[in-house]
């Protein structure tokens, strides 16, 4: 039997996403089933391009307010998150 508050439990969620495309309306990643999202990015001043990877949190698990919050930099074969 399934405990109900396990099964109610919402916590954040980050995970690694690549930039689809950009649009006006922001930028299209994939979350975390493969489907396309149109997302905002929530650094200030941040300039993302196509094909950049980028850390995407989900948070308590609301898909209406995935977010871009870091970029993953590629250095010596490890991933770092700025």
Do not use: F
């Amino acid at each position: 039997m399934v405990d109900r508050a396990i099964t109610n439990c919402k916590v954040d969620c980050t995970y690694e996403s690549v930039i689809k495309e950009i649009t006006p309306k922001g930028y299209v990643i994939l979350d975390r089933d493969g489907s396309e999202r149109t997302v905002q990015c929530c650094i200030p001043g941040l300039e993302l391009r196509k094909m950049q990877q980028v850390w995407v949190r989900e948070p308590m698990g609301n898909l209406k307010k995935l977010h871009i919050c870091g970029v993953i930099e590629n250095t010596n074969n490890t991933n770092r998150r700025r």
